[in-house]
């Protein structure tokens, strides 16, 4: 990574990163490579590379960056991969991941939203992620099986149709709890069993859909 041309918060970011384990250097260069300023309301565009969650309209949010490098890294994301996203947003985590991947499918429920991160994504010439409007509780089938599911809202539980969506040896990551307060999850399929780790607290807006919460 060419450390002269990064911004200094950004520079700081990767050093907060890799000083608390996130150790996978492809994904902090995916991280680096992706101008989050494009992603974000331009007046929180000088502001890019602090480490918050910013508001993106419709009561959304684009995660925070050390959120989106950490589930980047547990999702163990390789070149041949295909990933799917529930929870498109911005587009941000979409694009990182098209940069590790080789197919990104990322679902989202609100339209304007996914019109919005489709022409940042084309804008940053990311030809292998597809943006889709619909409700990813359910997953996307005409996809699956899928190498790497990242689920960037809170679901009161894993989704099953995203459990049988999920190939061999797949990791599916998640904040899974309460409305306001999950844990981060990570669910890894050997076969039809499949074992589960815990990372910890995470704080996401809520996964709205048919396996998630009601609309409130
Ligand atoms: N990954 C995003 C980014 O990089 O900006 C941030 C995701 S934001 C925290 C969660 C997103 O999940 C919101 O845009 C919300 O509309 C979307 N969402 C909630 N329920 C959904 C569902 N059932 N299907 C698809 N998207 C959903």
Excluded: C
């Excluded at 492809?26 to 602090?50: C, D, G, H, S, Y």
């Excluded at 390789?78 to 941000?92: A, N, Q």
């Amino acid at each position: 990574m060419r450390a002269a041309a990064l911004p200094v918060p950004l520079l700081q970011l990767l050093a907060r990163l890799r000083a608390a384990g996130v150790a996978d250097e492809r994904v902090l260069q995916a991280l680096a490579a992706t101008p989050r300023e494009l992603f974000l309301p331009q007046q929180f565009a000088p502001r890019a590379w602090e480490d918050f969650a910013f508001e993106i309209g419709f009561g959304q949010t684009i995660s925070q960056p050390s959120v989106v490098a950490r589930m980047t890294a547990l999702a163990q994301v390789r070149p041949s991969d295909r990933v799917l996203e529930v929870g498109t947003g911005s587009g941000f985590q979409a694009a990182v991941l098209a940069r590790l991947a080789r197919f990104v499918f990322t679902v989202e429920r609100i339209p304007a939203l996914a019109t919005q991160a489709r022409k940042r994504l084309a804008l940053l010439g990311l030809a292998n992620v597809t943006v889709q409007v619909m409700d990813g509780s359910l997953g996307w089938k005409a996809h699956a099986p899928y190498d790497a599911i990242l689920l960037t809202a809170a679901a009161p539980a894993v989704p099953p149709p995203l459990l049988e969506q999920l190939a061999e040896g797949g990791r599916l990551v998640a904040p899974v709890g309460e409305r306001r307060q999950q844990e981060l999850v990570r669910i890894t399929r050997h076969g039809e069993s499949f074992t589960e780790e815990r990372f910890g607290p995470a704080s996401f807006v809520p996964l709205v859909g048919k396996e998630g919460f009601a609309p409130a």
